[in-house]
């Protein structure tokens, strides 16, 4: 599968088959190309928290406050990225130029976790509605948690059809 295609066939899943686990070598290929992500000065700021089981299921209730992602209850694999310190170099640029790098190298990782995902037939799905306090204690982390990633087989892999802007929106040339 090429990028344009992981591209057009990755969405976000809101039901997965509960009963069909995720592969170790699927899980090791996402976990691998997490590795490989750019970020500023290649300093990493995250952690990846990979929860299964009894794990899974914990982390899946802390982000379902007010009835948000009830689907992760039956996601068999969790990912929790959490913030770490940048590197002396990255903390200089963002300090000298005012730009938060690691909320950009935060998401340009989770952005490799899910093509990578579907590049394995995996469905994922991005969640920011989380508690933070709830994460870190299932996780047993200091930092603060920033994103958690379902994963899992999706329970129909039919595609909706993608609502983006259209390039005349998106883009300028000059």
Not at 31 to 60: D, F, I, M, W
Not at 95 to 114: C, E, F, P, Q, W
């Amino acid at each position: 599968m090429n990028f344009t295609e992981i591209a057009q066939s990755r969405q976000s899943c809101r039901s997965y088959d509960p009963g069909r686990p995720i592969e170790q070598e699927k899980l090791e290929a996402i976990l691998a190309s997490a590795r490989l992500a750019p970020s500023a000065c290649n300093g990493q700021p995250y952690h990846l928290t990979l929860c299964q089981g009894e794990a899974a299921k914990e982390v899946a209730k802390a982000t379902m406050g007010m009835g948000m992602n009830k689907f992760a209850a039956n996601a068999p694999a969790l990912l929790v990225i959490s913030e770490e310190p940048y590197v002396k170099s990255a903390a200089l640029g963002a300090k000298l130029k005012k730009n938060d790098y690691r909320s950009m190298d935060i998401g340009i990782v989770a952005a490799y976790i899910t093509a990578e995902a579907a590049a394995q037939g995996l469905g994922s799905c991005i969640l920011g509605w989380l508690d933070d306090e709830k994460l870190r204690s299932i996780c047993g982390l200091d930092a603060p948690v920033r994103l958690v990633i379902t994963l899992g087989y999706p329970e129909d892999d039919k595609l909706r059809e993608k609502k983006r802007k259209s390039l005349d929106e998106l883009v300028t040339y000059l």
